[in-house]
């Protein structure tokens, strides 16, 4: 059995798209670009506490996510978090030991959410990517899928509790390989305009234009 699919994350994950169908009119595109089997990274722009939501609810594939070790405490909360496929990240960072428990994962064959950025965006803009992406693809030798959340920084952006009725979508692009890109700058330049390619030339779009 494919690492996370379990009926706790299923039957949430169920529950949460029909609540953001409903609300947000969500919208997935190029869903079939995601690896239908082995690991892989899902690099996502980040604007919203909502965005590993529209993420994992757009896949057919369960996806896990990396959350802060403090948050898996008391243990009810550890049990939910687990179930819902999250994996405890020190805060020591972008060392080895800060991602075992991705590496592990990702080593089993499951498809991780990363956010390039290491923020959430203060204006919707996506901002300067970080390397952490880059050193995990290479140390678990997985590829990394680009995908962009649209409107999810309307929906609930940076200093808003209470979601508002926009519509969001989100774009899945190729899974790019940077095994063989040494350059870490050009690497990220690579990945920043896979990721930008993705928003539509259209009204409204243009708060995901580079910051």
């Known amino acids: 059995m494919e690492p996370g699919a379990n009926w706790f994350y299923f039957l949430n994950r169920a529950v949460a798209r029909l609540c953001c169908r409903i609300l947000f009119r ?22 919203s506490f909502l965005d590993p939501v529209l993420a994992g ?9 990396m959350a802060r070790s403090t948050l898996f405490r008391p243990a009810p909360m550890a049990m939910a978090l687990k179930g819902l496929n999250a994996l405890p990240l020190d805060r020591e960072g972008v060392g080895i030991s800060g991602f075992r428990a991705v590496l592990d994962h990702l080593a089993k064959g499951g498809g991780v959410l990363v956010f390039p950025e290491g923020t959430r965006s203060r204006d ?88």
């Open 26 to 47: 969500l919208r997935s595109h190029g869903v079939e670009k995601i690896p239908s089997d082995g690991a892989f990274l899902l690099a996502v722009n980040h604007c």
């Open 124 to 211: 919707g803009r996506l901002g300067r990517l970080k390397g952490g992406v880059l050193k995990l693809a290479r140390m678990a030798g997985v590829p990394v899928v680009p995908a962009m959340v649209i409107g999810s920084d309307r929906a609930l952006g940076r200093g808003h509790w209470i979601p508002r009725p926009v519509r969001v979508e989100i774009r899945f692009g190729d899974a790019i390989d940077f095994l063989d890109e040494q350059d870490e700058e050009k690497a990220l330049t690579r990945l920043r305009h896979a990721m930008q390619s993705l928003v539509p030339e259209e009204p409204g779009t243009s708060a995901i234009a580079e910051a």
């Open 57 to 65: 609810i757009s896949m057919r594939r369960p996806l896990a996510f």
